[in-house]
């Protein structure tokens, strides 16, 4: 019945800088990025530079993202984004990248009671971010 699904983030006139943020610092693929003006969709010059629609690449996860228009994204902790790290030292070095960036740390990464190591950071667009690298059995 359901073929596929995908994770779509909003936000209010920074889309681009965050599309920046996750390409340097998740090695985000930027697959397609359109923008008001590029849609024909301009709500007047203020936004002709905001994004529309845009498509990244995270491992095999599809995310989009757009530029809210006429409302502001509520900023909630009821969401996140868990992403499986192949290893432990990748998982470090993402949660580094995250804290050099200013993100808010939630939890540093930790051996957990399910054998992984796992982290949780809270990046500058509000968005958590939850990292988990199985270990060997």
């Known amino acids: 019945m359901i073929k596929e699904g995908m994770l779509f983030l909003y936000f209010s006139g920074q889309c681009d800088q965050a599309l920046a943020f996750y390409s340097e610092v998740l090695q985000a693929q930027v697959l397609e990025k359109t923008t ?24 095999n996860l599809k995310v989009c993202a757009s530029d809210l228009l006429e409302s502001k994204p509520v900023i909630g902790n009821h969401t996140s984004i868990w992403l499986e790290i192949d290893t432990e030292e990748n998982l470090r070095q993402a949660f580094n990248r995250f804290e050099k960036a200013d993100s808010q740390l939630i939890t540093k990464p930790e051996l957990t009671f399910w054998n992984s190591v796992y982290c949780k950071v809270q990046d500058p667009f509000g968005v958590f971010w939850e990292f988990n690298s199985q270990l060997s059995q």
């Open 36 to 59: 008001y003006l590029e849609a024909e969709m301009s709500g007047g010059t203020d936004s002709d530079h905001l994004i529309m629609n845009a498509t990244m690449q995270l491992g």
